[in-house]
């Protein structure tokens, strides 16, 4: 099973990179921008890879709960993110990240994730460099809920790379990560 979704993500990706690259040969930081993304997936876990904004039709954002997009990423066969692989995702841009110890501009972030073990580690988006785009516009739920307040989803805020709790009933942004 694991060869054949590694081979499926090779093929994507060589398939992706190809298309960029007949689309961005004429863009003089192309290859900036490739190494940039090739960066930030090797930061994200080994074995996980970050899907895209989920959109409407007309290519606008697709908002929605966030119960709505927990199943709607289970509907594409890959899960939302928790709480500490969106501030993986921060870290990837630039924030100073995760610490496991308590740090100075460090502040806590107790959660509890879906397969219902805590995780807790403590996180600075000191740093953050806000990415153009949508994913530097708006905010996306993740998986986790606050350990100590059912009902409240860790989020993180395209807009200032923080990853801070909230209730779940309005809509937000989702991404989906592909991989264990």
């Not at 290859?31 to 876990?45: A, C, E, F, S, V």
């Amino acid at each position: 099973m694991l060869i054949r979704l590694l081979s499926f993500l090779i093929l994507n990706f060589i398939a992706v990179n190809s298309f960029a690259s007949n689309l961005c040969d004429t863009l003089p930081d192309y290859p900036q921008l490739t190494n940039q993304l090739h960066t930030r997936i090797q930061t994200l876990q080994p074995g996980l890879q970050l899907g895209n904004i989920a959109r409407n039709i007309d290519g606008s954002i697709l908002y929605m709960n966030q119960p709505t997009a927990v199943n709607y990423c289970t509907s594409l066969g890959q899960h939302l993110p928790s709480s500490r692989e969106l501030a993986q995702l921060a870290k990837s841009m630039s924030a100073a990240g995760i610490s496991e110890t308590v740090k100075d501009g460090y502040y806590k972030v107790s959660a509890k994730n879906a397969d219902g073990k805590a995780d807790i580690f403590y996180f600075s988006s000191t740093g953050y460099n806000r990415p153009a785009g949508d994913l530097g516009k708006t905010g996306f739920w993740s998986s986790s809920v606050y350990l100590y307040g059912p009902g409240l989803y860790f989020i993180l805020s395209g807009l200032d790379g923080n990853i801070r709790f909230d209730g779940g009933g309005y809509n937000l942004a989702v991404l989906c990560m592909c991989g264990q």
